[in-house]
């Protein structure tokens, strides 16, 4: 069963504010793997993580250079760090996820919940 929050934060981030279009949101369950939180002041300082996450000024920032989301995302991947928890800027109170890498060789590992069998069950399905 979704929690509403989550179930509230997926559609928010999703949509981003605009109006709906055809989607599908799934439940992703993480195994293993390591998560920085942006919500630890220790954890921003000590991989430069900045306040402001949202907007879009890193695409401003990129064009001149990494921009300092991009920068931090590589310290974080040097550490050793699989992704980062972060707060959403959609959903009050509800919070996303970013991982650099998954279901490599060794963790972090995700497993689609999916009761309904909605997605497609081969590879080809995927390919666009």
């Known amino acids: 069963m979704y ?3 989550e179930l509230s934060t997926a559609w928010s981030e999703y949509n981003q504010g605009f109006v709906q279009h055809p989607g599908l949101v799934i439940r992703l369950h993480m195994g293993g793997g390591a998560l920085a939180d942006a919500r630890e002041a220790q954890t921003r300082a000590r991989f430069s993580i900045p306040d402001d996450l949202g907007g879009d000024h890193w695409r401003r920032d990129a064009e001149t250079g990494a921009a300092p989301t991009q920068v931090a995302a590589q310290r974080m991947i040097e550490a050793g760090v699989d992704g980062l928890r972060y707060p ?10 970013v991982l650099w890498r998954w279901n490599e060789l060794g963790d972090p590992q995700l497993r689609i919940e999916d009761p309904e069998n909605r997605l497609p069950r081969d590879a080809a399905s995927w390919s666009s």
Do not use: K
Not at 88 to 97: E, L, W, Y
């Open 88 to 97: 959403s800027r959609m959903s009050i109170g509800g919070m996303c996820v």
């Open 3 to 5: 929690l509403a929050a």
